[in-house]
């Protein structure tokens, strides 16, 4: 008997001869044309995102640039008594319509720190404590009405804000606490916190959200209960977005006008006392510039304001990021 071959053991088992094998796969290929009209495109799209990009810098730095040259001539010249040395010289007092200007502005400064500081201790744990609820612990139905509900604070127009806090707000928290002064840091902070939580809370529910679930399943395999799963390991791995929301939340609490404008006071006082009435350099510059003659003193000083307040975010805003690519970098190796 004639040994079977392997093409022969093959067409039997498998009920088929040789000849009617199955033919092999053809590969495709894009045509020249299409394949350099892709190639094209790819171009145009990446040259357009770049334009883009640049046009938004550009726009950045010529802000930067008109303002800072409107404030320049302080260097060389003394109107009025404004000077740069004279922003930062006794007395500490803002007083730019009087008979001798003063145009101190480290009251400003204090101000706006200390409501920006007040609005960040109420607004983070508040923010923070709702991201996390609502990434780990809410049922989905709940999810579905929890989100939208906060980050429509963020659609509020912020006139509106002060505007309740000013009516509301800060008549209880003058009867609770007894102020002297219904319009003072402490409310002015409280209102500023309103604006900024949905902010925080966006931004660090997106990240609390963005951890990976092999995280969750490794810890509560390891016996930790849903609180340490998402306190100590979820919490954590989030915490480079997390520290880029509150960055954001600070930079948009240092420069809010609107709400500070209506319930803060609008008196520079150089004070730490949360009672008292303060005045922020967004608000200044809000009042002020629209009545202030132009290239005098006053209005010099207002452009030096508008200067500091650019300078003092993009800082905090380098110093976030600095602070958050470390971050990143320890938690996971790699920036």
Known sequence: ?????????????????????????????????????????DRIAEKTIFSFAMAAIAIIVLIFVYVGREALPLLWENSEGATVAATFSPPFTWQPVSGVPKYNVLPLLLGTFKVTLIAMLIATPLALAAALFTAEFAPPAAREWIKPAIELLAGIPSVVIGFFVLIVLASWLQAVFGFDFRLNALTAGIGLGLAVIPIIYTISEDALTAVPRSYREASLALGASKTQTAVQVVFPAAMPGIAAALVLGF???????????????????????????????????????GEVVFGSGHYRILFFIGTLLFLITSVLNWLGDRFNRNLRARLFGSA
């Not at 709400?259 to 803060?264: E, G, K, N, R, T």
Request: net charge positive; aromatic share 4%.
């Open 1 to 41: 008997m004639k040994p079977l071959g392997n093409r022969d053991f093959d067409s039997r088992r498998t009920g088929s001869s040789a000849d009617e094998a199955v033919p092999p796969v053809r590969k495709r290929h894009s045509a020249p044309g299409n394949l350099k009209w892709r190639r094209l495109l």
């Open 251 to 289: 930079g948009r609490a240092i420069g809010e006008t609107m709400i500070v404008l209506l319930v803060s006071g609008n008196a520079a006082t150089f004070s730490l006392s949360l009672a008292d009435p303060v005045r922020t350099m967004s608000a200044t510059v809000a009042s002020e510039l």
